[in-house]
């Protein structure tokens, strides 16, 4: 039997949503099985439970094959991961990795130490917008401007090799790129960071990169220069793009939907619980893809051993087992648990990062340029096509 298409996110059709058809999946009482884009069948997970359910058991549900290898044509599961590939490794190996690398993004004082590097380059970025000509490109030349700016000054990339962010991420998120075509675009971002690494063993410095060796250099298995080089590119470029991406795509739902912005302008203290709320309402629109270790069973429906499921997280941030209201986009929402950074021992390791820019952007934004609207009807906005982080191309505003 032909089975259905995974449902994909259509902007044309529901801009801020996932496609309509999850709304009946998630009330159905049993899975449902479905044909991935890139040729995998899979078993669809759609609420709120069973999400959670799979994000948080990586014992029977394995991240080996890649994240996004149901979308994503050079991802087709690997017979095994990189080295330092740690987003494809599962059990004690992932945790030694993560444990060396969490710590350096995620840490409360280095947090603290991150807030003013955020808050000057925000607002350098605010002050060149309100000098530009309008309409003003927005994604392009202030949203990517800024979450640039933040990673490579993390991990001390100076600005004139910073196109190489640029160029390894448009390839790894786009769909139809190859294997070769991955391989060609990741080598340029490899070959340097390889050298970086080199350089931050004989002198360290203030940095990510500088931390990672020395937090590593006293267990019992030191970081190689290759695990090195794959998590600090996998940070490069995750940082980057996806919190653009979603800075850019958020501002594009706080301000065509009725009354959120001008909340905003009139609180701009409501900027933290407004980004987790953009997390909630738009993240990760393609679903995460897990490979049944084991016979199992989700919700009662038998799932064998290589089994491949994809659960649809931003379905389930819609579950009205979370929220009785989830279909509604509210700043006010009181900031509680959801999935949009993911769940489990693989959840998005940058997420701390990412709060502080989206809400200190958004502040800024609120307090400085509060009369920002977009220059096109909703309709006419360019949206990505051939990528799986969702958002606008490019985004025309003025003030």
């Known amino acids: 039997m032909s089975l259905p298409a995974l449902p994909l996110p ?51 549900f394995s991240t080996r094959p890649g994240q996004a290898a149901h979308v994503l044509a050079a991802f087709r599961g690997p017979d ?5 590939g740690f987003s494809q490794l599962d059990g004690p190996e ?26 000057q380059i925000t607002d350098e970025a605010v002050t060149r917008m309100l000098g530009s000509p309008q309409p003003f490109p927005l994604h392009s ?42 391989r060609r675009a ?9 050298e970086l690494v080199a350089t931050r063993r004989a002198r360290p410095g203030d940095d990510v990169l500088s931390r990672m060796i020395e937090h590593s250099a006293d267990s019992e298995r030191p970081l190689t220069d290759a695990e090195l080089t794959q998590m600090n590119g996998a940070l490069l470029i995750a940082g980057f793009d996806t919190t653009a991406s979603m800075l850019t795509y958020g501002l594009v739902c706080l301000l065509n939907t009725p009354g959120q912005w001008a909340k905003l302008c009139a609180r701009p203290e409501l900027a933290a619980s ?36 994809v659960v649809a997280v931003q379905s389930g941030n819609r579950d009205t087992a979370l929220h009785p209201d989830a279909d ?44 920002l609207r977009i220059e096109v009807p909703l309709h006419e906005i360019e949206w990505k096509r051939d990528s799986v982080v969702r958002g606008p191309a490019e985004l025309p505003v003025a003030w």
Request: hydrophobic share 40%; with cysteine.
């Open 10 to 60: 259509d902007e044309d059709r529901q801009p801020f949503g996932p496609p309509p058809e999850y709304a009946a999946l998630r009330t159905a009482p049993r899975l449902t099985r479905v044909t991935c884009p890139t040729g995998l069948d899979a078993w669809l997970v759609s609420d709120y439970a069973g999400v959670r359910e799979v994000l948080g058991d990586g014992r029977r």
């Open 80 to 84: 095994s991961p990189v080295e330092g």
């Open 94 to 119: 992932h945790i030694r990795i993560r444990r060396n690398f969490a710590p350096q993004v995620s840490n409360p004082r280095r947090l603290a130490e991150l807030q003013p590097l955020v808050e």
């Open 141 to 182: 030349q202030f949203s990517t401007a800024i979450t640039t700016a933040v990673i490579a000054e993390l991990i001390g990339v100076p600005p004139d090799r910073r196109h190489l962010l640029h160029e390894a991420a448009t390839a790894l998120f786009t769909t139809s790129t190859t294997p070769d075509g991955l």
């Open 186 to 194: 990741l080598e340029p971002l490899w070959a340097y960071l390889y």
């Open 274 to 309: 407004a980004a987790e709320e953009l997390v909630r309402y738009l993240g990760v629109g393609i679903g995460l893809l897990r490979q049944a270790t084991e016979d199992t069973a989700i919700h009662g429906q038998p799932i064998r051993a290589g089994d491949y499921v």
């Open 328 to 371: 509604r986009f509210d700043v006010t929402r009181r900031p509680g648990a959801h999935l949009g950074f993911g769940h489990g021992a693989h959840a998005c390791v940058g997420q701390q990062i990412a709060r502080i820019e989206l809400t200190t952007v958004l502040r800024a934004l609120a307090e400085r340029v509060p009369t």
